[in-house]
């Protein structure tokens, strides 16, 4: 036989031939091997002639376009597949005469081809081609021309591709052979309906998408297609309801797809003649109504995926009391609902599940189990979150199904103890049955045996009692551990370090003590929050190269914080210590670990000056609540990404000059000094920080004026979803949401989430600044809570405070303002909390209207010369009469020259 090992030696040649033209050449095609090994080849394992050639991208992505010529394919006379994906072809070089008898496949996805000629120069003398695609071309409607003549054509992928629908529909009817036809990203115009597609009678399956402006209407034909067994008409944008039109007649319909829509209420009654389906996908959309009706007569269903709608699911599962061959059943996210009549909870169902996701709500305050469960052995998914179910936990559960990967019953209502299976489950990777009322202890031996291959359990927020079982340290693949929010006391395991393969740890609010372990050397989470642990930690607990966020917040800790970190934590990211009891100076090298970008030490003891970060990568940084007393001469140096500092309640003394300036190339969003003890004027320089959205500069001793420049600043929050801090890469990447402490409405909030994007604010109250408050503060439309009390401010409240639309908190108390209250403040809709009390204005409060009419008389006490309604004092208007050329004052101890004034005065009287 010609060939070698296999290969036939002319074609063989012939590939090599081809790879010489190619910009990206395979790695194994070497002369002298057999090239029916060789990647992309695929021989024919009875004649070892080559069947298939998978060619894509073997020219450079964005190199001019260019012509393939056919001739180079010739000696290859069994190729039934070309697949020429992504190549930059704009058309073929076909020699006279030449025929491809046995080629049936072709792909020119992701080429050039854009006209009649470049098409047409592919195809000719393709006859019997039967699956053909030009996805993502640069084809218009003219150039769908010479494609009728394809006689044998079957699977036709036209999508992404410039196509007018009209000019499509006509192509359409000469395609009497397609089976299947994928539309989408073509660009129809007008309506779709499924009538457009009645003369392909062999049409089996058709898949569309968003582009194919498709409505309700597409259905009101959808029994002309009858031939069709698989549709799919996902994320299309149909919106309005369902009409009930023919589907009856989709007797051979197996597939549909309505997923990822804006199609709401029930499905339509003609739905359950759809007898033959196998697979139904209607998630995520807004279905409302009892699943069961029409459920119940789809006896053939295998898979069915409603989440994400409003469906209501009766927890007795019978309506598929009749189904034998459903094993995948999807339907978080609708309600759960007891059954509207008795109907016996014992009957014995005819499938065996494999996968059964019902994370859903229900109005009930609780669900019984279903005893359907019982019955089942083949179960490898059972989601049953926020179900309400209630009982004992039923242990029987892992007892029964031997192969079950995922077993996640959180939030449910499940009292008694969990205890383990009496046989080893070795498919199990995934326990979690948090926030329930399980009691009793963590089962203590056995566990690692029992789960060898266990990669997460969580048991947090239930009413566990107990140590931690040493087992947990023998447990080689666990990589997440959540006992939190229990009643666990004891030590922390010693051989806790040896579970090489823990990720995270979740330990917070119990009650465990005792000494610290060695960390594992991956770990990348540590919560020990919440607990009673008393003493220091030795630095020696924390040498874990690959530990990426470290949260001991909320404990007893004591002690100084280590120096060495830095070497032995070298991917840590993140690093919660707050509410504990440390002591000493912030080592330098803790500021400035290369990784670290969340540091949290709030809430301790620590004293000496504020690290310097000139080195670190930080984009949030908590030191509020210490003992703090200095800043550095440079505390940041050049461009930086921190975008939160919390530097509150310390006993800082110093100037902020420098800091502003160092922080005026950051983006900080939010700057928190509170109660310290800086001094000097408020920097001009603090107008460069555009970012700002919440500065609190209160309780200090800052003096001087107010920079006029702050009125120019946006303090708009670009953060709709609230700061966060992106943390990590690849697969540990993930958000952190920001907090800020801020006072606003007499009262100090917690903010964070998207509570935090809503607020912005300034609160300069209990300093010494004095002056007039700058005019342009009204231009801060965007701001909510402005507070400037407890100053030696003068002169006028500014008119344009009209302006501050998003006021919702305004305190101006206990300062020397004079004059009137503009009249237009009672125009500010958002107004809450309004104070201008212990001033020294004057005249009558503006009209008792809109947001006024909430505000009592301790919003104005303090002002002798104010009158009117919710004061005592009222404002009685008098016209007096007096002689031109002799004006007295109201107590007549002084002649008043008045040459100059009306002979008419208006005084008011208050009374």
Known sequence: MNCYEGCWKHER?????????????????????????????????????????????????????????????????????????????????????????????????????????????????????????????EINDTSLQGLENLSELEVLDLGGNNLNGNTLRKSLQAFSSIRELYLTGVQFKGTVVAADFSDMANLELLVMDLSSNIE??????????????????????????????????????????????????????????????????????????NLGFNIASLTSLEYLDYGSNQFEVPISFTPFANHSNIKFIYGEGNKIILDSHNIPQTWVPKFQLQELILSSTTNATSLPLPNFLLYQYNLTSLDFTSGKLEGEFPNWLLENNTNIVNLILKDCSFKGTFNLPSHPLLSIKIIDVSSNAIIGQIPSKNISSIFPNLHYLNMSYNDIHGSIPHDFGQMNFLDTLDLSNNHLFGEIPKNMSSAMSLSLLRLSNNNIGGTMFPLPRNLTMLFLDGNSYFGSIPSSSF??????????????????????????????????????????????????????????????????????????????????????????????????????????????????????????NTGVNILLLKSNHFIGKIPKELCQLTSITILDLSHNNFSGPIPSCLGKMPFENAYPEGLQILLGGGEFLRFVNEKANFTTKKSSYAYTGSILSYMSGIDLSFNKLNGNIPWGIGNLTKIRALNLSYNDLSGKIPDTFSNLVQIESLDLSFNNLSGSIPSRLNELSSLEVFSVADNNLSGAIPEMKGQFLTFDKSSYEGNPLLCGTPLPKLCNASIVFVPNGSYNDLDNDNLVDMHVFWSMVLLYRIG
């Open 13 to 137: 040649e012939a590939l090599l031939a081809l790879n010489a033209q190619f910009d990206n050449k395979p790695s194994n095609w070497v002369d002298n091997t057999d090239c029916c090994k060789w990647e992309r080849v695929h021989c024919n394992t009875t004649t070892w002639k080559v069947k298939k050639l998978d060619l894509s991208y073997v020219m450079y992505n964005g190199r001019p376009a260019w012509y393939i010529n056919y001739s180079h394919f010739t000696l290859f006379e069994d190729l039934n597949s070309l697949i020429l994906l992504g190549n930059s072809i704009a058309g073929c070089i076909q020699p006279e005469g030449l025929r491809f008898s046995n080629l049936e496949v072709i792909d020119f996805t992701f080429n050039s081809l854009n006209n009649t000629q470049s098409i047409i120069s592919c195809l000719d003398g393709l006859s019997s081609l039967k699956s053909l695609s030009l996805r993502s071309n």
């Open 216 to 289: 309700n209407e597409f259905f009101k034909s959808i029994g002309l297609l009858a031939s069709l067994q698989d549709l799919s008409l996902y994320a299309c944008g149909i919106n309005g309801s369902l009409p009930e039109a023919d589907w009856y007649k989709l007797k051979k319909l197996r597939n549909l797809d309505l997923s990822m829509n804006e199609i709401e209420g029930p499905l339509p009654s003609t739905f359950c003649n759809m007898t033959s389906l196998k697979k139904l996908l209607l998630s995520n959309n807004k279905f409302i109504g």
């Open 543 to 664: 040498n874990s190269s690959m530990l990426k966020e470290l949260d001991l917040s909320n404990n007893h800790f004591v002690g100084k914080l280590p120096s060495c970190w830095n070497k032995s934590l070298t991917c840590l990211e993140a690093l919660y210590m707050s509410n504990n009891h440390f002591e000493g100076s912030i080592p330098l090298e803790i500021a400035n670990m290369e990784c670290l970008e969340h540091l949290d030490l709030s809430q301790n003891k620590l004293n000496g000056i504020v690290p310097s970060f000139q080195s670190s990568s930080m984009s949030a940084i908590h030191l509020g609540n210490n003992m703090l007393h200095g800043l550095p001469k440079t505390i940041f140096k050049g461009s930086t990404s921190i975008q939160m500092l919390d530097l509150s309640y310390n006993l800082i003394t110093s100037g902020i000059e420098d800091m502003i300036q160092d922080l005026n």
